[in-house]
């Protein structure tokens, strides 16, 4: 085997030409690592996931032969290769999965035939050193040994003595407790000289590894012991590439093949560190060959996660490989700017791998820019945790594992665990579980990692459902009705009540314009929404009972006017809150077989539990049937009406999130939508930006990009795709985490030519953008740095912001022009106060029209309002040095005795009055100054040295203090005998005249007792 020749590339689509160009295989590109439609899956983990809904029978497939080379990540769960990584050669937390399918078509005997070509004529791997597996059979399930399959291997010429069975644990694939599963063949690959050594197959020996696992899908796992033959065979094959480039170029670690070689290469010149010698275990004395390896690993899977669209603040594990790979960075590699270096290898990835995957290379500032954001992130972290997580791990080793930063509630959390769970138990709790998720912030995924690291026993899956118990609690004020619907909902499946098809929520048209010339605007737009005309399946009455008051077909019901009640209809076109957009509302008439309205449900409101739409409202009964039985028959039927209004302004502000999404990406280089809510009122969107700034410049750009596509009238397309589609689509916005239907899949796309829109929703939406009408952002709030909340409204909502922005704008003009005016003119600073409340009134104004206008004429207005306050202070400032300078040589002049008290009339004009530079003026007399600022009365008196050993500033201010309820003191790190103060104390505007006038009598008297 010639090492030059094989290169990981050349590898890669030698095995993708075999299948596809000679043995007819359709080529299906790699899903990206952000599991689709699965909330199950931190990461796609295997080959098979994007084909999951095939095996499982709920999707039929694309092609009938596929191959390709799919992207694994395996950082957790029962696949975690975490803790092996770059102790041993073969272990990663990303890798390639190279493999071929057939759904229905080729079975065992074609799939081994094909597997032993491709090893040993195309890659020449000498078979001396293969080994298969072959499943040697089940007693307890009554499953016979796959004898079949060790016949094929002899038929193909493999040694009898190199064909093995093993049982279940090794020879049988499971999807999962349940569904598709069938006995597998493995083909292991020795770097053993020697012969034969077959006994070491499967005992985990670093050199006889697994190569390639050919499953064959055949039954269905129905329960523990059950099993049933499935109607079609498939075949799920895989074999890491990682590995197979090792055997092919001739060494015996992953680590030393082209995938990783290049990036120790930059590790080692970016850092300045000792080049990688390819040291494992006690040999890695300095332990930095272990950290080469760390490193290079966990740059291939934050490069790829990140280029695929997956965020940290998203997912745990991936914002711990990060920091991890960030920390190692530092530790390691004593790089201060951990960052750069990641940054880096990151790049040697990309140069790696983008041939393959392109997004990689296409996103590559993208995944920097996060890079940095996280580096920044972990140096806020370690300011505060370092030392203390240190001596944590220097006391138990066991957290070794972790970097101290995965958490800012970490430290906290191991103490509570310390103090909550016995060495004598060894189980960590769901309700303690709970505790750290809701008070010291650590997601489920990290609760599991500190549990299993610490060795402690503990139930993910009651902690799961302990988890969903408990946020449902917490919503429960929010969904008063859930606890009903879910009790009907057993009682309706019971008596096999079909789900309700809700399809027709979608049907809705959109007339054009009168004519050619009509302006269309919000107002004149019309929308039909047809009202829908369904079978009535079952009346619930809401009066604290329970089940017993399902009325289902042929049963009576007693209805009453004014009471709450819930109807579930075979066809529905309300839509129920799902993607962040609101219900509709409505009414509901149901009606006698003869035609007559017999009683309706008026201010309808809606909830979807377990696939039955729940229709709530209050009864409006026919006075005929009032107090009366109802009979539910099979030919009851109900007219559905939903509100229009509601309707349509839920569609215009939905649309709009769609394009509030696309202008962002337009604006910033990465931002992550968090969520969104769609009201009738309004829509907010929550995102995070990462390495970028989000204020009142960027809500600007946003707002213009948006109104352009407004204004260009582009039209909103609606396209039904399934589950594969999507996955082939580069440009569509999938929200991370969330699933979607199944079968049908609607994708909302926008072709604008300021913006371009494609995601997939399953919200209701106009038919053209210009039919949103207006757009104006009415609010946009941060919490930190990085997350986001944008608030805007749509239609002749939005217009009234504008107006209302524009009244602010030219409100704002105004008292601007008008300090303006009095600044530029010779002023006696009469008018200060006047304008100064003048602003203070409008300040409190705009807080209160911040909920209804737009958000950037106020946002603008308090920015101008704040710079002309300054300017007016400025002002004030002149003007009291000034009235302060005439008023105290005033004074100074008139007086008559050895000692000035004097009340400042000044100061009630002013925000802040500068006593010190009063008592200054004076500096070879004693003096006592008051001033009355801000609702509250101050005092200073100074006193020279030659006059303190008659009386002190102290003995003099408190003789004045005891008339006035005030409390005094010197100022810091003066003697009181020179100077002290009265402290500010309230006092009101009524009673102020009388306090200064005794306290101006007291202090004279005092003064003309002792200085005279």
Known sequence: MSVTKNTSALIRSTFLDYFIKENGHAFIRSSPVVPFQDPTLSFVNAGMNQFKNVLLGLQKPTFKKIANSQKCIRVGGKHNDLCLVGHDTYHHTFFEMLGNW????????????????????????????????????????????????????????????????????????????????????????????GPPTPEKVNTANPLLIELWNIVFIEFNRRGENLLEKLPEKHVDTGMGLERLIAVLQGVKSNYDTDLFRPLFDVISKVSGARPYSGAFGAADRDGLDTAYRILADHSRMSAVALSDNMFPDQNHKLRRIIRKALVTCERNFKMKD???????????????????????????????????????????????????????????QRLSAFTGVEAVGLVPAYRDLCDSVGEKTGNLSSELAVRLYDTRGLDADLIDDLASALGLNFDRDDFDNKLKK?????????????????????????????????????????????????????????????????????????????????CLENDEVVLETGKQAALIVNNTNFYSEEGGQEGDKGTISVFSPDGEEVFSLEEVAIEKVGGYVFHFGKLSVNKYMEGKSFKLTSETKANLKIDETIRLAHMRNHTATHLINAALKEILTVSCQKASNVSHESLTFDFSVYGASFYEQEASKLEKLVRKTIASKTPVERKIVSSQDILSMDDIALLPGETYTDSEISVIEIKGEQLFSKEACCGTHVMNTGDIGAFCITGLKSQGSNLKFLQAVTGQTAENAMTEGKEINEKTQAISNKVKEYLGSKNDGSLLSELDNEIQNFKSELNQRSKSASYLAVSGASSILDEISLELKKAARLHLRDALNSEMREVIENCKENFVVHFLKCSSELDSTPLIKATKMCPNIPVMIFSYTDNCLRGRCTIPKEYCEILSAEDWMNAVISVTDATGGAPKGQDPKLVYLMKPTKISKDAVEKIVDNALEVAKRVAEKNFT
Request: charged fraction near 25%; aromatic fraction near 10%; proline fraction near 5%.
């Open 102 to 193: 057939s759904f229905g078509d080729y079975f065992k005997k074609e799939a081994c035939s094909m597997a032993w070509t491709l090893l040993t004529s195309r890659f020449n791997i000498p078979s001396h050193r293969l080994y298969v597996t072959y499943f040697g059979g089940d007693k307890e399930l009554g499953i016979p040994p796959d004898l079949e399959t060790k016949e094929i291997w002899k038929s193909i010429g493999v040694n009898s003595k190199h064909i093995l069975p093993f049982g279940m644990k090794d020879n049988f694939w499971e999807m999962g407790k349940t569904g598709p599963c069938g006995p597998c063949t493995e083909i292991h690959y020795s770097y053993l000289d």
């Open 338 to 396: 951990n960052a750069k270096l990641l940054g880096e290898v990151v790049n040697g990835v990309a140069d790696i791998l983008s041939q393959a995957y392109p997004e990689i290379s296409r996103n590559l500032n993208k995944v920097q820019m996060i890079i940095r954001n996280e580096s920044e992130i972990i140096r806020e972290l370690n300011r505060s945790t370092a030392k203390e997580w240190k001596k944590l791990v220097q006391q138990d």
């Open 470 to 550: 408990f946020k449902q609690e917490g919503s429960k004020s929010f969904s008063p009705k859930l606890d009903f619907s879910t009790i009907w909902t057993d009682t309706l499946i019971r008596n096999s009540v079909p789900l309700t098809n809700d399809s027709f929520k979608y049907v809705y048209e959109r007339e054009p314009p009168l004519s050619a010339s009509q302006n269309e605007s919000t107002q004149n737009l019309c929308y039909t929404f047809p009202v829908l005309t369904s079978k009535l399946l079952a009346i619930m009455l809401l009066d604290g009972s329970e089940s017993q008051n399902v």
